[in-house]
């Protein structure tokens, strides 16, 4: 079963690194043609570091269809980061999207209010006349040693729809170089999920050599005209599958071993 039951719990050793929550909007010309002081102003309490970075784009298709059909470049966009004083929690404000992402996540209710409070300031100083696109991500990177497992298998801990030939008694886990899932999924109701799972290795191993198993859920929302009064109530949809797909994701044994707490 793909999406199993949506009971949550709190770990002790919780093994989630990431969790972003993107609103993307229509292009709002006055976030990108002068410093966002106003906006930095409302959130400078929580958010008081600032950076500033330029974002390339993809190129887009000039005459497409035609035997002048061609690629151009587009200017990068500025991305305003505002980032917590500890570096846990940052914000990123574009002329077509705002996003908040933690490294510290203890609870949905906890994330939500902080969204709810950023987002509110964003609407008022900007007033977006609608929302385009809901995407909330969550990336965990699973550590065996972190957890005392050395000596199980990702077959042990991962349930076989999301490990591929590693489930299979005659793969050799130590053999095998590469076996990951990547499936795009509609859920209905204009929204989708983006998967991937897979051993891995974090940046590229460079600080960190063990190869750790990699459960990463976007979820999202695609609409013409998402109102801003209807964000939580899709936001609780998509935080509820990405909640049912880890429990699908991972076995008792793996469960048990991060120290599970039952959540109300």
Known sequence: MLFSDNTRYSYARPQLIEVICQL???TILSIGSADPAQFQEAVRADYPRYVARQDAQPPRVVNPGTPQAKLEQQPPITNYNFISSDGLWKLNLTQNFIALSTLRYIRWEDFAQKLD????????IYRPAFFER???????????????LQEALWDDLINTPFVGVLSEPDVDEKLVGKSALDVELSLGENRRMKLHAGPGLLNGGKQDTEPKFILDGDFSVLDKEIPADRIPADLDSLHD????????AITRELRDAMGPTPLA
């Open 24 to 26: 993307r909007f229509p």
């Open 117 to 124: 409070k950023v987002l509110a300031l964003f609407i008022q």
């Open 134 to 148: 809901i995407g909330l991500r969550y990336v965990n990177a699973f550590s065996r040693r972190a957890l005392g």
């Open 241 to 248: 599958h990405a909640v049912r797909l880890f429990n699908s």
